[in-house]
C-alpha cells in the first residue's frame, strides 16, 4: 500500500503561485511514476502533469510553461510548482502513483483546494 498526502493548496489571485507538495509513504519503493490530477466542480477529473521517477515529465497543454512537477527522491515527495494561474486552473488537485508492475494510476491522496480569482 502507498500512502499519499496532499499540501499547499490555497486561494491566489489570477497571476499568482503556489506550490503543491504531495508526501508519499508506505510500499514507497514500489513507485514507478507519479502524477498530478484535479477536477473542478461539474467536470470530470483531468490529467494534469506526470513524472516518470528520475526520468520524463509530461503535461497537459492547458498547463505546458506554466506549470512544473518535480520530485525529492530522498523525502519521497512530489511538487507541483503552479505560476501564472488562471481561473480556471480553479480545482481539487489531487496526486496519484503508479505502482511497478501495475496498470494505472492506482494510490490517491485526498485532494487539496486550490482557488484563483479574476
Known amino acids: 500500500q502507498v500512502q499519499l498526502v496532499e499540501s499547499g493548496g490555497g486561494s491566489v489571485q489570477a497571476g499568482g503561485s503556489l506550490r503543491l507538495s504531495c508526501a508519499a509513504s508506505?510500499?514507497?519503493?514500489?513507485?514507478?511514476?507519479m502524477g498530478w490530477f484535479r477536477q473542478a466542480p461539474g467536470k470530470e477529473r483531468e490529467f494534469v502533469a506526470s513524472?516518470?521517477?528520475?526520468?520524463?515529465?509530461y503535461y497537459a497543454d492547458s498547463v505546458k510553461g506554466r506549470f512544473t512537477i518535480s520530485q525529492d527522491n530522498a523525502k519521497m515527495l512530489v511538487f507541483l510548482q503552479m505560476n501564472s494561474l488562471k481561473p480556471e486552473d480553479t480545482a481539487v488537485y489531487y496526486c496519484?502513483?503508479?505502482?511497478?508492475?501495475?496498470?494505472?494510476?492506482?494510490?490517491w491522496g485526498r485532494g487539496t483546494q486550490v482557488t484563483v480569482s479574476s
Open positions: 508506505g510500499r514507497t519503493f514500489d513507485i514507478s511514476a
Open positions: 513524472i516518470i521517477w528520475g526520468d520524463s515529465t
Open positions: 496519484a502513483a503508479i505502482r511497478k508492475g501495475g496498470g494505472g494510476y492506482d494510490s
